[in-house]
């Protein structure tokens, strides 16, 4: 055989074995991992550990596990809106309300889970300063962070429902500091989160009367809210989030100890007062746990036209919103979360 012949044949031979199968027991290659998706989950005003399901979901790997790397950002509801309805945000946690906002000013937000089931802000007050229901304010004077957010419409709804006139009660912006001002006797009463300003006043050793703005009016409260774009673009993920949303929920409704340790690492500084922030993890553990037939992660339907006509009238909104189609609770039906 001549050198050309063998050169021939023995190219023929490796492009035959390039083709054989792998030998028996050889693993076959790694399956490509597909790339997370990015999102960037606007939550509150700072850290804190009101918001341990979303620490838990981390902890627990829900979120990688439907395939989302989540990046928490903390700052106002107000300015997370607006980068929601621009499509700068896909996914923020804000109040229903907020989202009745959004839409009177164009923004194609929608409500897509329920977080609290009812509607956290309330009137706090010390048990000896005459005040058992809203119609005790007359010549109080009441604090709240300022004329915006949750507790303003709080506000108005109150007064709105229980038939106060507005003109009868000072209403002073304190900022942030509403259980002190209360204790230390600035105001007479302020509007806050139950469990913020009525937890640390108790903690100091006061008696406190609570109000409940939901007991005159039920307000769509906390949830998750996304964009048209999101839902009509990215469906799937919208139902991702829910799932890992209403797991981590569960999970912390389910094991308190654990989802509490948890936070903790999150936000270690609320170690430093962690029995303060025990208390106000407890508390916040009977807004997120469903009534008697409730279940996790829905929102009641009817309580979205009365809010929205209760926002006209008061002024918070300048034009009638209809509610259709602004939320919905066909993700929460698909992540199928108990």
């Known amino acids: 055989m001549n050198r050309l012949a063998f050169l021939g044949l023995l190219l023929i031979a490796l492009t035959l074995a390039g083709c054989a199968p792998p030998p028996a027991g050889t693993p076959p290659p790694p399956a490509a991992t597909p790339t997370p998706t990015p999102v960037k989950l606007g939550l509150g005003y700072i850290p804190s550990v009101q918001f341990a399901p979303f620490y838990v979901a981390l902890e627990k790997g829900y979120f990688a596990r439907e395939g989302i790397a989540v990046e928490l950002e903390h700052g106002f509801e107000t300015d997370f809106l607006k980068l929601l309805g621009t499509n700068e945000r896909q996914f923020i946690v804000a109040s229903g309300e907020q989202v ?141 989030m829910v799932r890992v949303m209403l797991s981590g929920i569960r999970y912390t409704l389910d094991h308190p100890d654990e989802a509490f340790a948890i936070s903790l690492k999150f936000v270690p500084e609320a170690a430093q007062q962690e029995a303060v922030n025990r ?5 916040s553990l009977a807004l997120w746990q469903p009534g008697a037939g409730e279940r996790l992660g829905f929102t009641d339907p009817a309580i979205w036209a009365p809010t929205a006509e209760f926002m006209l009238k008061a002024g918070l909104v300048d034009r009638p919103v209809a509610t259709d189609g602004i939320w919905t609770n066909r993700f929460v039906e698909a992540a199928n979360v108990p």
Not at 113 to 139: E, M, N
Not at 146 to 161: H, I, P
């Open 100 to 240: 009745i906002i959004g839409r009177s000013q164009g923004l194609p937000v929608t409500y897509v889970t329920a977080w609290y089931r009812r509607f956290p802000v309330v009137l706090f007050a010390p048990a000896d300063a005459g005040i058992a229901g809203p119609q005790d304010l007359a010549g109080k004077r009441v604090g709240i962070p300022g004329l915006f957010g949750a507790s303003y419409v709080a506000w108005k709804a109150l007064v709105y429902a229980a038939g106060v006139p507005e003109d009868q009660v000072t209403l002073e912006s304190i900022g942030f500091t509403q259980a002190a001002a209360v204790n230390e006797g600035l105001v007479d009463a302020a509007l806050d989160y139950t469990v913020n300003g009525p937890v640390q006043l108790r903690l100091a050793g006061k008696e406190v009367v609570e109000i409940a703005v939901d007991d005159y009016l039920a307000i769509p409260s906390n949830g998750l809210v996304t964009n048209e774009t999101t839902i009509a673009n990215q469906p799937q993920l919208v139902e991702r």
């Open 279 to 283: 208390a106000i993890f407890d508390a």
